[in-house]
């Protein structure tokens, strides 16, 4: 009987991990913000010229220029710039002056 007792207390317990283990973890998405008035080839895709959470000023209009993307984390965020054109760039974001 002791030996049954432990024998279900250790499928149970696997049981338990297998079905934590099925699950991915929820991950927090960052918005970031273009915190740069340039638009020089290339600007939109530096990494350097964004920066976390909501911008203090409206994105407004003007010179065509990204406003916010979403990103997991800066990895994230390089990954989804990385090698792209303005344009590119334009075409992914959240959200654009116009």
Not at 2 to 21: E, Q, R, W, Y
Not at 24 to 53: I, L, Q, R
Not at 57 to 76: F, L, M, S
């Amino acid at each position: 009987m002791k030996k049954l007792k432990v024998n279900l207390l250790m499928i149970t317990a696997l049981a338990i991990g297998a079905v934590t283990m099925s699950f991915k973890m929820v991950s927090t998405a960052t918005t970031y913000h273009y915190a740069s008035e340039s638009t020089d080839p290339g600007a939109f895709a530096n990494p350097d010229n964004w920066e976390p959470g909501n911008s203090s000023v409206t994105c407004g209009t003007g010179n065509t220029k990204p406003c916010q993307i979403t990103a997991e984390d800066e990895a994230d965020l390089e990954s989804k710039l990385d090698g792209k054109t303005n344009p590119e760039v334009l075409s992914i974001v959240d959200s654009r002056r116009q």
